[in-house]
């Protein structure tokens, strides 16, 4: 019949011996409907042929920590109650099994054992460079530690224990570690923006973006809903899947869409922060002329690395809202028809060794100098008083801020 409705009685059972008792897991009955085209007139010589179904959403479990697992399909039928019925005659059913294949489970676990000791000594040192400051952190080195933070939560590598425990929590566990990281770093990239935004009046407070960072709060904190009405669910019953009702289907189309929609408009916005950074800084370099010819060199050497910063971050802000985007049409392929997209592993952890590495460059590149330079250095062009900590990269740290090219902007734009 159109629109048919096939009902499933489902079990899912464990054992770790060929000899041990089935240990039921979990136990539902499910309605899924038919999605079938048959390729011939309905008469009587077409009887015999097959249909052509889409494939059904049926199980997701977060972890396999036992050696055998058995699956039992029941289809139940009740014609006083119009259970599985018209829905033609069963001859058989195909399951499609996706999962995490060995190499890399390999590779996975290895990046992650390695990089976690790795961005841990990095903030240790970049966060102890700081409290050697004689004055307070400002809010773009608190924002980089944070986004340091969230990237060693995300680190930690909890997979291995998922080897030897039943953690059937691990696949929500891991959204909710990937989506403080993502509302992080978008937030980062705001603010990282808008603390060059030479020609502002009001930085290093982070009320000044609220207007920005909240609506990432609020979309995260949407999407979280929505993991939870899905894999939130599963950790109960395995059989669930938003993608059954059409109501489920259209909200999670709706929120999938809405998602890549915002984010496509805030890497436009991004861009255009970018811009106006990078329209600010070659205003000031209109002073550079009427330096000395070593701090010219010196501020056209910093002011030089700084745009490379920028373009690096627009190019990882690019490769993340891809990765985004097309991890949630991965994720629910089999529900988008005849439109199947594969995606390589080298592509996921490539985007999570980015990742690391960005977090990494930045830290290193932003922990403040305690390098004195002399007088006839310190005292120059730009008034800066004898003694005051400077050094040679896109970090110099003073007083007023966490990088020279930020005083040297922030001075012009008062005068």
């Not at 190499?103 to 240790?124: E, H, N």
């Not at 985007?351 to 590495?357: F, K, P, S």
């Amino acid at each position: 019949e159109e629109n048919a409705e096939i009902t499933l009685d489902v079990s899912l059972a464990y054992r770790d011996d060929m000899f041990d008792d089935w240990k039921e897991i979990a136990h539902a009955i499910e309605i899924r409907k038919l999605k079938c085209s048959f390729g011939s007139p309905k008469t009587l010589e077409s009887e015999g042929r097959h249909y052509d179904c889409d494939f059904l959403p049926f199980m997701e479990i977060g972890s396999v920590a036992h050696k055998y697992y058995l699956i039992n399909i029941r289809l139940p039928v009740n014609e006083r109650k119009g259970i599985n019925v018209g829905i033609g005659e069963i001859k058989d059913i195909r399951l499609v099994g996706i999962h995490q294949n060995g190499g890399f489970t390999k590779v996975w676990f290895a990046m992650k054992t390695f990089l976690t000791p790795s961005i841990l000594i990095i903030m240790v040192w970049y966060w102890r460079r700081i409290t050697l400051m004689t004055r307070a952190p400002v809010l773009l080195e608190k924002v980089i530690f944070a986004l340091g933070i969230s990237m060693t939560f995300i680190n930690i590598p909890v997979e291995w224990f998922s080897i030897g425990f039943d953690w059937t929590w691990m696949l929500l566990f891991g959204d909710i570690r990937q989506g403080i990281f993502y509302a992080m770093l978008l937030s980062f990239w705001i603010i990282f923006c808008g603390e060059h935004m030479m020609d502002q009046n009001e930085r290093n407070r982070l009320s000044g973006y609220w207007k920005q960072v909240g609506p990432i709060a609020v979309g995260s904190f949407c999407l979280f809903i929505f993991d939870m009405c899905e894999r939130g669910v599963q950790l109960k019953n395995p059989f669930y899947s938003i993608w059954t009702t059409e109501v489920g289907t259209e909200l999670a189309m709706a929120f999938i869409i809405v998602a890549g929609i915002c984010l496509c408009l805030y890497f436009l916005f991004l861009c255009f922060m970018v811009f106006q950074v990078f329209r600010n800084i070659s205003g000031k370099q209109s002073s550079l002329p009427a330096m000395s010819k070593a701090r010219r060199l010196h501020y056209e050497g910093l002011i030089f690395r700084f745009k490379f910063l920028m373009l690096i971050t627009l190019a990882c802000a690019a490769m993340t809202v891809i990765f985004f985007i097309v991890s949630q049409v991965t994720e629910g392929h089999w529900k988008w028809g005849d439109i199947t997209i594969q995606v390589n592993s080298a592509f996921f952890t490539g985007i999570y060794g980015m990742w690391n590495l960005y977090v990494f460059a930045l830290m290193f590149l932003y922990a403040p100098s305690h390098k004195n330079y002399g007088e006839d250095q310190s005292n120059g062009d730009l008034g800066v008083n004898s003694g005051e900590e400077l050094q040679l990269t896109t970090t110099i740290t003073h007083v007023d801020g966490p990088t020279e090219v930020y005083k040297l902007a922030r001075k012009e734009a008062q005068e």
